[in-house]
């Protein structure tokens, strides 16, 4: 469980973050359509745990959960390590619905075999948007965070990857767009599986369980969670300072 209570960022400004209030649960599917992409860029920066809240928390009835946002896999990030490695293809085996498959098979579903050897910086084009969706398939549990691949040129083999992540994965997946830009996709991924819709202004207005523990020091987390395989770990900062 994830609970943003009255948070706000940037809430003197017009395009700022004001009073935002909602939970994910276990293996949730939200969209929040939001107005501009300064709200979704602060939005996911929160919860990707790059920005502070300015006021308000975020709460979580554990650890933080790991995070992955498409934004980021498909950015300008430097990782040095093999798409082999970073997928962790040793780990073969993966169960959807209760079927066992085998991640190689999803390489081949994608034609790019040949990805795996190459560092994850000098993946571009089509090889970045296969990376980036195996790169989320293949996340076990947790956040993940998408945007760019709602309006993203997806081929059909593509598109089934994003389907069944959408349909199947075990994570919590929170969706981001802006007015209409993405309606085709969300529509067609709604009727996959449906959708939660969020929106401005927030009416998921909800006081945190005590029992919840709120999110952890960067320091207390550099201690407890080892950074992914491949993964920088993201310091949680002012948005201010950037």
């Known amino acids: 469980m994830i609970k943003l209570v009255n948070v706000n960022l940037f809430e003197r400004e017009e395009f700022g973050l004001k009073d935002v209030n909602f939970s994910l649960g276990h293996k949730d599917r939200v969209h929040c359509n939001l107005e501009d992409k300064d709200q979704l860029n602060s939005l996911f920066g929160i919860l990707e745990g790059r920005y502070r809240p300015e006021s308000g928390r975020v709460f979580y009835d554990r650890l933080k959960p790991h995070t992955q946002s498409d934004r980021l896999l498909m950015g300008g990030k430097v990782y040095d390590v093999t798409a082999e490695k970073y997928w962790v293809l040793s780990q073969e085996v993966l169960f959807f619905g209760g079927e066992k498959r ?3 098979s999803f ?3 994608l034609k790019c075999r040949s990805l795996r050897h190459f560092p994850v910086y000098k993946l571009k084009g ?3 948007l296969k990376f980036t969706l195996l790169a989320l398939l293949f996340q076990p549990k947790g956040l993940i965070l998408i945007s760019d691949l709602l309006t993203a040129k997806l ?3 593509m598109l ?3 389907r069944l992540l959408h349909c199947q994965s075990g994570c919590i997946i929170v969706y981001a767009s802006c007015g209409d830009e993405a309606k085709e996709r969300i529509d067609w991924l709604t009727g996959e599986r449906p959708l939660r819709q969020l929106a401005p202004p927030w009416d998921q207005r909800e006081e945190p369980n005590l029992n919840q523990r ?3 020091s960067a ?7 080892e950074p992914s395989i491949g993964q920088e770990e993201d310091k949680s900062v002012d948005p201010k300072d950037e």
């Open 126 to 128: 089509d090889d970045r």
């Open 214 to 216: 709120e999110e952890l």
């Open 155 to 157: 081929d059909e083999d």
């Open 102 to 104: 085998y991640k190689r």
């Open 107 to 109: 390489l081949e579903q």
């Open 219 to 225: 320091d207390l987390r550099e201690e407890q969670n």
């Open 160 to 162: 089934e990857i994003l």
